[in-house]
């Protein structure tokens, strides 16, 4: 850092103060009123420095016009690896650091950058996943991507486990996704982002809000058909027991 003190002042104190009054440095002026020091900024970012000289009895002394200095940084290598909510890569994505796109077709961007604070997005299938400011200092970077897994379990109205049940994802009454159930009655829809969702299967469903809920049980209502099948059962049990009610109390002949 430099200062010039006009007119030129021998022998006058010149401290270098930071705009939130740290004092960066410290140097004496020489005959030709140069005043010179070296600081140790430490992190990159912009600084408003001011060179203050003291006051003499025969001088009195202004400081200088603020000077901003950009400190850049040394430039690092950064790998940038894109997982969702299960640590699963995200191929095909696409990384955005300071405005710059990076393709990522394998799940990972690779850069070279200064060191410093950036702001980093990260695209889906056009869609952002990711948004939020880091520090980039080189090596690995994991970002984990705004992607969740929807576990549904599909129950008859007994409570038994249902396999081969279709369900489906549904976004107010657009359908984004269908799968069926496992033997063990479960159905997963993968790499769902945030939002409200309705999850379906025939006549159950449920209001879900991803990430919050992400395991979620269906229970399917008893089939239409059956109030009748039991009315018709309870019927021919009560006509099966007036009938032997009536043979028993019929006198035998001998």
């Not at 140790?40 to 400081?63: C, D, I, K, N, W």
């Not at 799968?179 to 159905?187: K, N």
């Not at 229970?219 to 028993?248: D, E, G, H, N, S």
């Amino acid at each position: 850092l430099k200062a010039v003190l006009s007119p030129p002042v021998p022998a006058v104190k010149v401290s270098f103060v930071e705009l939130g009054g740290a004092v960066l440095g410290e140097a004496i002026s020489r005959p030709n009123g140069t005043a010179i020091t070296t600081a140790s900024l430490g992190r990159p970012g912009e600084y408003v420095v001011r060179a203050v000289p003291e006051a003499t009895s025969v001088f009195e002394a202004s400081a200088s016009e603020p000077l901003r200095i950009r400190v850049l940084g040394e430039r690092v290598y950064v790998r940038i690896i894109v997982v969702d909510s299960e640590g699963r890569r995200l191929y095909d994505s696409i990384v955005d650091v300071g405005g710059a796109r990076l393709r990522a077709p394998m799940g990972i961007a690779e850069t070279v950058v200064r060191t410093g604070d950036y702001d980093v997005k990260v695209y889906w299938h056009g869609l952002q996943v990711f948004s939020g400011r880091l520090r980039l200092e080189g090596g690995n970077v994991t970002i984990r991507a705004e992607l969740y897994d929807v576990k549904v379990r599909v129950l008859d109205f007994t409570g038994g486990i249902v396999a081969g049940e279709y369900v489906e994802l549904l976004n107010g009454s657009t359908v984004l996704a269908g799968t069926r159930t496992d033997e063990a009655g479960r159905a997963v829809f993968y790499r769902v982002p945030p939002g409200e969702y309705t999850v379906k299967c025939g006549a159950a469903s449920a209001l879900i809000t991803v990430p919050e809920d992400r395991e979620v049980e269906l229970k399917l209502p008893p089939p239409m058909w059956l109030p009748a099948v039991i009315v018709a059962a309870v019927a021919v049990i009560t006509a099966l027991i007036f009938i032997r009610l009536r043979l028993r109390g019929r006198p035998s002949k001998r």
